[in-house]
């Protein structure tokens, strides 16, 4: 059985504050334990109350969301998911790289019945949330503790090893996902000679403002990926949020294809969808990765990857913030090496210089 939820709401709009809380608790086994309407009142609470998970307003009086979040990931860690609007994406990602564990986007005008939109997308996160196992969720680690960790080897692959070199590589991820891509892209200092697809569970109208954050930080050319793009090596495609993206061949070059996924899928854009589609237009020649997320998204993607003869890699527990998608992933018996993030980079480059 799931466990109880006690939440925290933190919002300096009264009428956000009661709404929230009447979503909340339509929730099963979910309990608003306290509500806040600036951040120095959030963080005494999160310190006297102990909830295991907030939500938070970044836009507040007094002490704001991010100061509030960077405080409370220092003193006292807990989960915490921003109830943003879509004009303010970008702040979005700096909570996400504070700590932030996932976002809900809300309408962008104030008191209207509009906000009770977010209850499904409110509902499934909350519920994600509650549905992990014990040991599954972490909060970020410090980035001294992913770096330069060892390669961990997985022996659900007898030839974890290959010998030939991908000419891409596909990327699937969902909680925690932000960093994540944020650190691995960041590290690398030179371009190798590949083409990355991302594949990152996101709402509409913010992937583009993720890619730019994303491009303003790595070496690469990040775009949001459009309708027939060509892949090409140093350059990363993000999947449009709320969309699929599939990659086909056409007339000796990888085309990509952005479609609308079936009302019936839960997670967009979808990890198996483009791994899928990439284990078709490269074959052998592809290497999937499965980074930090909740549910199992990317595991059938991982079977077919493997079934063409391509390589996938897990990322390790000790660095996920979320070890859920990797270690379904991991559950096939599909995926060839486990890395914590600190080490993904590194087994890039070695992968093109085989």
Known sequence: ????????????????????GKMLEKIPRVEVVG????GEIGLRKIIDLKPDL??????????GGFSMLRLAMQ?????????SSRSSEGDVFKALELGAIDFVAKPSRPISSHFYSIQGDLERKVRDFSNCAPGQFHLPPAPDVMARRKISLVNSNPNPQKSNCPQAVVIGTSTGGPPALHTFFSSFTH??????????????????????RLNDHSVF?????????TMRAGHVYICPGGRNMLLRKVAGEVKIQIVTPSAAQIYTPSVDELFRSASVAYGADVLG???????????????????????VIAEAEESCIVYGMPKEAVATGC??????????CEEILRSCRC
């Not at 509500?35 to 600036?38: G, I, K, L, T």
């Not at 991302?198 to 583009?208: E, I, K």
């Not at 050319?221 to 793009?229: F, I, L, P």
């Open 1 to 20: 059985m799931a466990p109880h939820i006690r939440v925290l709401v933190v919002d300096d709009s009264a009428f956000n504050r009661v709404s929230l």
């Open 35 to 38: 509500y806040a309407a600036d």
């Open 54 to 63: 907030v939500t938070l307003d970044l836009e507040m009086p007094k002490m």
């Open 75 to 83: 003193s006292c860690p807990t989960p915490v998911i921003v109830i």
């Open 191 to 212: 371009l190798p000679d590949l083409g990355f697809a991302v594949a990152q569970h996101m709402p509409p109208g913010f992937t583009r403002s993720f890619a730019d």
């Open 221 to 229: 050319k990040v775009t949001e990926a459009a309708n027939g793009d």
């Open 289 to 311: 990765m499965i980074l930090t997320g909740m549910g199992n998204d990317g595991a059938a993607g991982t079977q077919a990857i493997h079934g063409s003869g391509g390589r």
């Open 335 to 344: 995926v060839s090496q486990v890395i914590p993030l600190g080490g993904l």
